[in-house]
């Protein structure tokens, strides 16, 4: 029985296999436009790369998961991988922190805080509050699918894995805990900043740690919530590595038009 990347790190083998896989994205398939025809992977092509690579279903919806890797050992149970990629690596490696954004549900997170008698009028005065309802809400999406809930996602084994890459073709894979930091061991404002010649509270919530920014949450522009966790606090992290760059002839016998033909050999014979 194969043991499922969840217990444990990728294999050399696995991840080389998700590496290849992820190049194939250049072929003009992927989301990302490049030069000379080709394409790079986007978050989409990363979920489903990561699904093929270790075993995994791509949701292709907004579940609270991206991919489910099945249990071998109980039928029904799944373990979640939530996956986030963004072209942030030069920031890693200037900062030592990885750049996942958790959600930009900003619905969703004024409504829990509308349930706390906090507003836009207010949400500034109680820096707090407003974190801990955030993280709060991240934690009741999880647990909404975990097995304590009839759900049918093992949280225990279930992570976060992130992909940063930069604009020179450079990849990296991080995996982190599914468990976030506990807000009250952290130091939370709003940074103030200069309008008008006077000094204001600004409309970023920030979380601190020791060594700087860990949370960062962004309500009245975009509602996008924001986690740096530190390198030195993932689980595991590949190599720096690059995508295998395709062959010469990729164009001829590689496109898309050659992957129609092969798919639908008989219909595309009408067309020649």
């Not at 750049?99 to 930009?104: A, H, Q």
């Amino acid at each position: 029985m194969t043991i499922p990347f969840v217990h444990r790190n990728p294999t050399k083998k696995e991840f080389e296999r998700f590496r290849l896989i992820l190049s194939t994205y250049q072929d003009g398939s992927g989301q990302q436009a490049a030069e000379d025809g080709q394409t790079l992977p986007g978050w989409r092509d990363f979920e489903r790369s990561v699904a093929l690579a270790f075993g995994g279903v791509s949701q292709e919806s907004k579940f609270i998961f991206d991919v489910l890797i099945p249990d071998p050992k109980r039928q029904d149970v799944y373990f979640g991988v939530s996956c986030k990629m963004r072209r942030t690596l030069n920031d890693t490696k200037r900062t030592g922190r990885v750049t996942l954004e958790l959600s930009n549900s900003s619905g969703a997170f004024w409504e829990q805080l509308r349930q706390l008698g906090i507003n836009q009028q207010n949400y500034k005065d109680k820096p707090f509050a407003v974190a801990q309802a955030l993280l709060a809400q991240e934690y009741e999406w999880h647990e909404s699918v975990g097995l304590e809930e009839d759900g049918n996602v093992d949280l225990l084994k279930s992570f976060y894995l992130a992909l940063s890459w930069s604009a020179k073709g450079e990849y990296q894979l991080f995996k982190f805990a599914l468990d976030l930091p506990d807000p009250a061991r952290l130091s939370w404002d709003f940074p103030k900043v200069e309008s008008n010649g006077e000094e204001k509270h600004g409309r970023r919530l920030r979380g601190k740690d020791s060594y700087g920014t860990l949370f960062e949450w962004y309500g009245e522009s975009g509602g996008q919530l924001k986690y740096y966790p530190l390198v030195e606090n993932a689980l595991w992290k590949s190599e720096i590595f690059t995508l295998e760059p395709l062959p010469k002839n990729w164009k001829e016998k590689h496109g898309i038009l050659m992957k129609a033909k092969d798919y639908f050999p008989r219909q595309w014979k009408k067309f020649e």
